[in-house]
Structure formats: structure tokens, C-alpha cells
């Protein structure tokens, strides 16, 4: 079975340029989830799906950041425009629920903006 | 905010020394993940813990959830090298989910 699938692995961008991230994540599991996760620290939530409905994202910084899951399966990560400051790794997980399930994480894009 | 305190930052270990790292919730959890990241690697479930003062065991790791559920640990008995990474504990209460800063072990051989 695959598992959280990822796309870019890499990407370098200018400050002030647009970037998306991607994210597949394993078949049947209704619950999505974007993460920061910067050097030496722990994954920091920045939005949970429930199937297609966006049910936390208190912590996504919504002037810049946006996110979408299209017909509750793939989801995208936009950053428009980048700041030094989201140099990162961003990682996806997902699990078959919400409430005790394991997270199955994907192994994320590690984002420099130079 | 839900506040979690994970102890030790680091830890250096010679091979076969035993390790501990703590994990402590400002607030009475629902339940208790905790992961493993290896070096350059994603976070990988190890263990999910329930109920009060549940111990649980995977070969030569022990978890361990509080009374209280306010707190847990993890210990790793006679360290070896594939040990080496990131431990993070995860902790839910309601729908609030965070992670701990990690605990990052580093075995010498």
C-alpha cells in the first residue's frame, strides 16, 4: 500500500514568489493534515481537513497561506507571496478519522526562499 | 493554548545506557501519540496511549501514561544505534492536537 505521497521534495524560491505543495494522501483516509515543521522542533499544525471541509485552521496564517482538498482526496499548500521567515519543512499526514487515529506522515517538501 | 513541555531537549547516550524522555500537558489529555523521526526522515506512530496509568511495551521501549493524564514518558532500555532520532509526543485533548518540541537522543557507539 502507498503511503503519504508528497510533491516537490525540494523547492528554492526568491522572497516574494508564489509556491504550492502537494499531497496524496493514502486511500480512505478522510482526515488530512498540513504541518510546519521547522529545524530542531516539532510538527506545528496549520490546518486539519475533515474530508473536504477545512475544520482547523486557526493556526494557517490566511493572508499568505491557503489550502484546498478537492473532492476530499489530494490537497494542495499556497504560499503567495513567500517571506524569508517560511523556510521549512511542510509535511502532510493523514488518518482514517479525527478523534484517537494514527497519523501516517508523508516524508514533505523542505521549502527555501531566499 | 494547550501548553506541552518535553524534556530533555537532547540527550547523548553511550550504547547500552538507558534513556528517558518526558512529556507534560498544561491540561488532561484525551489520549497520547508518540513518534519516532529519524535523521532527515518524517515522523513514524509508535505508540498511542488511553487510559490512565497505562503502560505499554514495544520490545525494549516502555510507555507509560500519568494518572493524572496530564503527563507520559518513554524508556528505551540498553540504547542502541538504530535509536538514534527525534522523539515527539503528540498530545489530544478534545480536537486540539500538538506535538512536543522533540527529544533528540544521540547514541555513541
Known amino acids: 500500500e502507498a503511503g503519504v505521497v508528497q510533491s516537490p521534495r525540494y523547492k528554492i524560491i526568491e522572497k516574494k514568489q508564489p509556491v504550492a505543495f502537494w499531497c496524496n494522501p493514502i486511500?480512505?483516509?478522510?482526515?488530512l493534515y498540513w504541518y510546519l515543521q521547522n529545524l530542531g522542533q516539532g510538527p506545528e499544525l496549520l490546518i486539519r481537513?475533515?474530508?473536504?471541509?477545512?475544520?482547523?485552521d486557526s493556526q494557517l496564517p490566511k493572508d499568505r497561506f491557503s489550502a484546498e482538498r478537492l473532492k476530499g482526496v489530494d490537497s494542495t499548500l499556497k504560499i503567495q507571496p513567500a517571506e524569508l521567515g517560511d523556510s521549512a519543512v511542510y509535511l502532510c499526514?493523514?488518518?482514517?478519522?479525527?478523534?484517537?487515529?494514527?497519523?501516517?506522515f508523508g516524508a514533505g517538501t523542505r521549502l527555501s526562499v531566499l | 493554548g494547550q501548553q506541552v513541555m518535553q524534556i530533555p531537549q537532547y540527550q547523548h547516550v553511550q550504547e547500552g545506557e538507558d534513556f528517558t524522555t518526558y512529556c507534560n500537558s498544561s491540561t488532561t489529555l484525551s489520549n497520547i501519540q508518540w513518534y519516532k523521526q529519524r535523521p532527515g526522515g518524517h515522523p513514524v506512530f509508535l505508540i498511542q496511549l488511553v487510559k490512565s496509568g497505562e503502560v505499554k511495551k514495544q520490545k525494549r521501549l516502555t510507555f507509560q501514561f500519568g494518572e493524572a493524564k496530564k503527563n507520559s514518558s518513554l524508556h528505551i532500555t540498553a540504547t542502541q544505534t538504530t535509536d538514534v532520532g527525534t522523539y515527539f509526543c503528540?498530545?489530544?485533548?478534545?480536537?486540539?492536537?500538538?506535538f512536543g518540541g522533540g527529544t533528540r537522543l544521540m547514541v555513541k557507539p
Open positions: 499526514a493523514s488518518s482514517l478519522g479525527p478523534a484517537t487515529d494514527i497519523q501516517y
Open positions: 481537513y475533515e474530508n473536504e471541509e477545512a475544520v482547523d
Open positions: 503528540a498530545l489530544r485533548a478534545g480536537n486540539m492536537l500538538t
Open positions: 486511500s480512505g483516509h478522510n482526515t
